[in-house]
């Protein structure tokens, strides 16, 4: 194998039959107990429902409660959304050296194809997966720099992230509407600067030893994830227990990030969760991140503050927190904090 294919897991882990000490996680972190049940399951909200005011409150009571939700006729084309599916197995199926250079025209650094985290040097166990990331639009500049291969890459991905996007503001506009604030509160910079991050996890020969991504909470506003409909791998931490993200057909998942647990000044929960791997299919799943520019400021929204509840957190840019969030990891909570 050349020194590539020795890099990224998805192409030598067919050839390993055990688990590389370097992916070993620690007791404590190993994917053990999960929860089922349905009287924990995530809640699924029907965006084609009627009930306009209806919607808006599950939403919230979702996401203060979980974290997390799943949505359904949410307008977005099922043709859309396997064209993407497909789109982006392909990418992964290429050899390394072309996903490589096909990440290599960002001048940012921004699209770019790594395996296990971004952090791939600091990271103390590694994640089982390959990832694939880049920038979308409202900055159409970034097009230039995404992928040319697989060939309509760029137009599939394009209609993708620009339904994304406005889906996202569908749902961060009935959040505001339960939490009080302008219709328009994430209509401008804080959601100036979407990015897609497309996670490829391969079968492990031991998944009770390793993770495909370890417990974090997004540093996002909000995510729209696109779950491969078959493979279970994702988990939420609810009350101190795992719950498993039940893969539904045509749903994405929605979770709130760390940037809007902090505008709404605790009140929706950025919650914990981590993907786990299996020994039979590989799973892809396609994260829709929304950002802010590194300018924005982030700290709660005067809505949220009264006098019975003061700013829990600290004011800071984008770029700062961004900072933070590399360097501190699962730690970041005390540097937010008052
Ligand atoms: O693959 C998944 O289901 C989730 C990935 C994830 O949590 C992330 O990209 O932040
Ligand atoms: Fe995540």
Same mark, same amino acid.
């Given at each position: 194998?050349?020194? %590539?294919?020795?890099?990224? &897991?998805?192409?030598?882990?067919?050839? @390993?039959?055990?688990? =590389?000490?370097?992916? $070993?996680?620690?007791?404590?972190?190993?994917?053990?107990?999960?929860?089922?049940?349905?009287?924990?399951?995530?809640?699924?909200?029907?965006?084609?429902?009627?009930?306009?005011?209806?919607?808006?409150?599950?939403?919230?009571?979702?996401?203060?409660?979980?974290?997390?939700?799943?949505?359904?006729?949410?307008?977005?084309?099922?043709? %859309?959304?396997?064209?993407? &599916?497909?789109?982006?197995?392909?990418? @992964?199926?290429?050899? =390394?050296?072309?996903? $490589?250079?096909?990440?290599?025209?960002?001048?940012?650094?921004?699209?770019?194809?790594y395996t296990s985290s971004e952090n791939y040097k600091k990271d103390a166990?590694?994640?089982?997966?390959?990832?694939?990331?880049?920038?979308?639009?409202?900055?159409?500049?970034?097009?230039?720099?995404?992928?040319?291969?697989?060939?309509?890459?760029?137009?599939?991905?394009?209609?993708?992230?620009?339904?994304?996007?406005?889906?996202?503001?569908?749902?961060?506009?009935?959040?505001?509407?339960?939490?009080?604030?302008?219709?328009?509160?994430?209509?401008?910079?804080?959601?100036?600067?979407?990015?897609?991050?497309?996670?490829?996890?391969?079968?492990?020969?031991?998944?009770?030893?390793?993770?495909?991504?370890?417990?974090?909470?997004?540093?996002?506003?909000?995510?729209?994830?696109?779950?491969?409909?078959?493979?279970?791998?994702?988990?939420?931490?609810?009350?101190?227990?795992?719950?498993?993200?039940?893969?539904?057909?045509?749903?994405?998942?929605?979770?709130?990030?760390?940037?809007?647990?902090i505008i709404s000044n605790g009140r929706l929960i950025g919650a914990e969760?981590?993907?786990?791997?299996?020994?039979?299919?590989?799973?892809?799943?396609v994260a829709y991140f929304i950002y802010p520019s590194c300018e924005s400021?982030?700290?709660?929204?005067?809505?949220?503050?009264?006098?019975?509840?003061?700013?829990?957190?600290?004011?800071?840019?984008?770029?700062?927190?961004?900072?933070?969030?590399?360097?501190?990891?699962?730690?970041?909570?005390?540097?937010?904090?008052?």
């Amino acid at each position: 194998m050349d020194t %590539l294919d020795n890099m990224f &897991v998805s192409n030598w882990s067919n050839v @390993h039959f055990s688990v =590389p000490p370097s992916y $070993v996680q620690p007791i404590e972190n190993r994917p053990g107990k999960v929860i089922s049940s349905s009287s924990k399951a995530i809640p699924v909200i029907d965006f084609g429902a009627h009930d306009h005011d209806d919607i808006a409150k599950q939403i919230l009571k979702a996401s203060e409660e979980f974290g997390f939700f799943q949505v359904i006729n949410h307008g977005v084309s099922k043709d %859309l959304m396997d064209e993407a &599916v497909n789109i982006f197995k392909e990418f @992964h199926a290429m050899p =390394p050296k072309e996903k $490589v250079n096909e990440c290599s025209r960002d001048p940012n650094g921004r699209c770019k194809f790594y395996t296990s985290s971004e952090n791939y040097k600091k990271d103390a166990v590694q994640n089982w997966k390959d990832t694939l990331t880049h920038s979308c639009p409202p900055s159409e500049q970034v097009i230039e720099y995404w992928p040319q291969k697989p060939p309509k890459y760029r137009e599939i991905v394009r209609k993708y992230t620009q339904e994304l996007g406005t889906l996202g503001f569908k749902i961060l506009e009935l959040l505001c509407e339960g939490l009080g604030l302008n219709q328009e509160y994430f209509c401008g910079e804080l959601t100036e600067n979407p990015a897609l991050i497309v996670h490829h996890y391969p079968p492990c020969p031991n998944p009770s030893l390793t993770l495909g991504v370890v417990k974090h909470r997004d540093p996002s506003i909000i995510t729209i994830l696109l779950q491969d409909e078959k493979v279970h791998g994702l988990q939420v931490f609810k009350d101190g227990e795992w719950i498993v993200v039940e893969p539904i057909p045509n749903a994405f998942v929605v979770n709130i990030g760390l940037l809007l647990q902090i505008i709404s000044n605790g009140r929706l929960i950025g919650a914990e969760h981590r993907v786990v791997t299996n020994s039979s299919t590989s799973r892809t799943s396609v994260a829709y991140f929304i950002y802010p520019s590194c300018e924005s400021i982030i700290e709660p929204s005067n809505n949220m503050v009264n006098e019975n509840d003061a700013p829990r957190y600290k004011s800071m840019t984008f770029g700062e927190f961004r900072r933070n969030f590399f360097n501190k990891g699962a730690n970041i909570e005390a540097e937010l904090l008052y």
